[in-house]
């Protein structure tokens, strides 16, 4: 069974521009949670969609958004990039009730 | 909210020797446990987890942790560590609220 993928696997930025990243879950799996990983605040949860319905968020700003497909796949928004959103996001799929989280390989943004 | 404590930023470790990664969560109920292994510039992948039951737990890899109700600690170990074990370690916690909260990692240096 294939991984979650994430496209694009790098990304590179001006200061206020937007970006969109996408992410496939693992074939079954309904559930998709977004995590932004940076050196100084590690792994933070940005948030949750199942069923094209947001379940759970983190304490990002606005200029953080989402959504999910009826086929499960999920995209992430970020406006008006600041520098320091610079990370490695990652996405996660799970199964429909479940805290096992499955992460795929992450995007790269850098922001400059 | 509960919050996970990763005490060792870094271990170095010999190859062939044993391996402990120390965590402890904070949690008021039983939480749902896991261990994430990150190699450089890849996503997380999960190692082992811990819902309920027989608090001793197996994973991939040749690693097993074991939760610690009294202690609030779930402790990943390994008998015999080799050169491709060296990686950063996540602990992570979940809450049932499909979000789950990381530790700061421990990043492990064999050497040969």
């Known amino acids: 069974k294939a991984g979650v993928t994430q496209t694009p696997r790098y990304l590179i930025k001006t200061r206020g521009q937007q970006v969109t990243l996408s992410c496939s879950p693992i074939?079954?799996?309904?559930?998709v949670s977004w995590y932004q990983q940076t050196p100084g605040q590690g792994l933070q949860f940005l948030f949750e969609?199942?069923?094209?319905?947001?379940?759970n968020k983190g304490n990002f700003p606005g200029r953080f958004s989402g959504r999910q497909f009826s086929n499960s796949r999920s995209e992430m928004n970020v406006s008006t990039l600041e520098l320091g959103d610079s990370a490695l996001y990652l996405c996660?799929?799970?199964?429909?009730?479940?805290?096992?989280?499955?992460f795929g390989p992450g995007t790269r943004l850098t922001v400059t | 909210a509960q919050s996970v404590t990763q005490p060792d930023i870094h271990i170095t470790v010999s190859e062939g020797a044993s391996l402990e990664l120390r965590c402890n969560y904070s949690?008021?109920?039983?939480?749902?446990l896991f261990w994430y292994v990150q190699s450089p510039g890849q996503g997380l992948q999960l190692l082992l987890k811990?819902?309920?039951?027989?608090?001793l737990v197996q994973g991939i890899k040749g690693f097993e942790a074991e939760f610690k109700r009294s202690q609030s600690s779930f402790n990943l170990r390994k008998p015999s560590v080799h050169w491709s074990d060296a990686a950063e370690y996540f602990c992570?916690?979940?809450?049932?609220?499909?979000?789950?909260?990381f530790g700061a990692g421990t990043t492990v240096t064999v050497r040969a």
């Open positions: 996660a799929s799970s199964l429909e009730f479940s805290e096992e989280q499955y």
């Open positions: 074939s079954g799996h309904r559930s």
């Open positions: 969609y199942f069923s094209e319905t947001q379940r």
């Open positions: 949690y008021g109920a039983t939480p749902y």
């Open positions: 811990y819902f309920s039951g027989d608090t």
């Open positions: 992570a916690v979940g809450a049932g609220d499909y979000k789950l909260s």
